[in-house]
């Protein structure tokens, strides 16, 4: 059964802390996606990778950082830089060609 | 600046009274319009693609259309299951990404 999954549903995190998030995906896709949504606001890009071993800073990348090493896995990591981190986090992937993406379940995490 | 507008903000409906909800767009280059279904806290659910003015898109009681300033969800006899946030995006032509921008969302209530 094709599709993308992340953990944990809910993260709670302390001032001052890293925490990672993962993302996989078994669809093989080459594209994979992160994504931050607030209320109120339209999801909004923080980072994204066409390919393993690459990737690029999105609208709103200050305060992340992400890895590529496997073509199925793309995690990210909400560092203490990360000024309101409070959020629902999407990860989401495609083909190259295509446009359409698709998204896993989420990450909510809060800040204690 | 690309921008991406839904319209209205939340709706609520009676089960079995169609309406439609809008997705205003002016962007530069439009290369495709996605809607997305989104269920609390879950993650955005794929319903259509369309890419080019006069394109209608069909699936159960959903309908999407397409022109070249804004995209129309008709929906059709809405049942209380229909209940959910729509997400309109856009894919723009050029980009060295395959990046989309978001609207904010439709919630729609459907009252049985």
């Known amino acids: 059964d094709g599709g993308i999954t992340q953990s944990p549903k809910y993260l709670f995190r302390k001032e001052g802390q890293n925490v990672t998030l993962s993302c996989e995906q078994n669809?093989?896709?080459?594209?994979m996606y992160w994504y931050r949504q607030d209320p109120g606001q339209g999801l909004r890009l923080i980072y994204y990778s066409q390919i393993v071993n690459d990737f690029q800073k999105g609208d709103i990348a200050e305060g992340y950082s992400v890895s590529r090493e496997k073509k199925e896995s793309f995690p990210l990591t909400v560092t203490s830089a990360q000024k309101n981190p409070t959020a629902f986090y999407l990860c989401?992937?495609?083909?190259?060609?295509?446009?359409?993406?698709?998204f896993g379940p989420g990450t909510r995490l809060t800040v204690l | 600046e690309d921008q991406v507008t839904q319209s209205p903000e939340a709706l609520r409906l009676q089960e079995g009274e169609s309406s439609s909800l809008n997705c205003s767009y002016t962007v530069s280059g439009l290369r495709g319009l996605f809607w997305y279904r989104q269920d609390p806290g879950k993650g955005p659910e794929f319903l259509f693609t369309?890419?080019?003015a006069g394109e209608e898109k069909e699936k159960e009681r959903l309908k999407a259309t397409l022109t070249k300033k804004e995209s129309f969800l008709h929906i059709t006899a809405p049942k209380p299951e229909d209940s959910a946030t729509y997400l309109c995006?856009?894919?723009?032509?050029?980009?060295?990404?395959?990046?989309?921008?978001f609207g904010t969302g439709t919630l729609l209530a459907v009252q049985p």
């Open positions: 995006a856009v894919y723009l032509d050029g980009g060295a990404t395959n990046k989309l921008i």
């Open positions: 669809l093989n896709h080459d594209a």
């Open positions: 369309l890419y080019s």
């Open positions: 989401a992937s495609s083909t190259v060609r295509a446009d359409t993406q698709y």
